[in-house]
């Protein structure tokens, strides 16, 4: 034994490989040499030796030092990088409610990144859910626990998605393609998501496609959308460089800007609202600023009992939205 095998604990493999000049003569079993033309006791020790190394088997010894090493290459990890993935984030929002989630389905398919539902519901997404797996989109049936952490909420009816944001469309882009016949919100510091989801039910009932905000993503936030039932995917968010040069660019283009006031206005009974118009609303607590009723083409109240002095701004959209529709269709 070699001198590097001294003091080792493996064990040393044996191996029985065949000489390749002689693999046809065998003499019997290449291991324990019977069987076969053995020689005769007579024969000499020279004689028995020659005829073992013409044995088509020989021994050969190897260290485990030598033998094979078979060497994997360290798995390469993707590394994603943190701005990619803020940046996804910041175009994405949840959606929750089951009329919510129906209404976008109809209306953007492609828009859905990732879906969470629990059993229940899950009967009334079947067609959602082919298509989410035909297009490969992750999603999950979980249980009521784990969806209030997928949508941050309890409310979340049975379904959430993740979508890619609906972003709004500049005042320039909506007039290039207005119709004669037209009302659009205007709604200056609004921002209770609730109010802003009842609102867009009322526009999406009465006909008012687009609304013009300071901030699009409000119209998308997640209460939002599920409190408009629906109500979001039928109506555009308009944007401007600030809020009234909005109300200015509308006006040039042929709309008529009307202003609404608890307290002073004309009443709304007894009001003319025109064909293309603005409705421009304001906060409940302090109404609309004095430079944007300055804005006005026309002023409207809602006449009422007195009892209280103003309607929740969703109301008040309500009624003013389902007169423009009785006047005008």
């Known amino acids: 034994m070699s ?47 020659e005829e073992k190394s013409r044995s088509p088997w020989r021994t050969v010894s190897r260290s485990p030092a030598e033998e094979p090493q078979t060497t994997k290459e360290p798995a390469v990890r993707n590394i994603v990088d943190p701005e990619v993935i803020r940046k996804q984030r910041q175009e994405e929002t949840r959606v929750y409610g089951e009329n919510a989630c129906q209404a976008l389905f109809q209306s953007r398919p492609e828009a859905i990144v990732r879906a969470w539902f629990v059993q229940s519901v899950t009967p009334r997404f079947r067609e959602t859910l082919r298509w989410l797996a035909a297009n490969r989109k992750a999603y999950h049936v ?134 293309k118009m603005v409705l421009v609303l304001g906060q409940e607590s302090d109404g609309l600023t004095e430079s944007t009723l300055k804005q006005g083409d026309i002023s409207v109240s809602i006449d009422g009992t007195g009892n209280v002095e103003s309607l929740n701004v969703s109301v008040a959209t309500g009624i003013l939205l389902a007169q423009w529709w009785r006047q005008n269709h």
């Open 142 to 275: 979980v249980d009521d626990a784990e969806l209030v952490k997928a949508a941050g909420t309890e409310h979340h009816g049975g379904v959430c998605f993740i979508i890619k944001k609906h972003m709004g469309q500049d005042v320039a882009d909506w007039l290039a393609n207005a119709g004669e016949k037209e009302c659009v919100l205007a709604l200056e510091n609004v921002g209770n998501p609730h109010n802003l989801g009842a609102i867009m039910r009322s526009c999406a009932h009465f006909g008012a496609k687009g609304i013009l905000v300071d901030d699009a993503s409000l119209l998308e936030s997640g209460a939002a959308v599920r409190t408009a039932e629906g109500g979001a995917e039928h109506v555009q968010a308009i944007t401007s460089n600030s809020f009234a040069a909005g109300l200015d660019a509308f006006r040039k283009a042929g709309y008529s800007i009307v202003t609404t006031s608890s307290h002073t206005g004309t009443p709304l009974s007894t009001t003319e609202l025109p064909k």
């Open 3 to 49: 001198d590097d095998l001294k003091g080792k604990s493996s064990k040393v493999k044996v191996m029985y490989v065949r000489n390749e000049d002689d693999t046809r003569q065998r003499t019997g079993n290449p291991r324990t040499g019977k069987g076969g033309r053995s020689p005769s006791r007579q024969q000499e020790p020279g004689r028995r030796q």
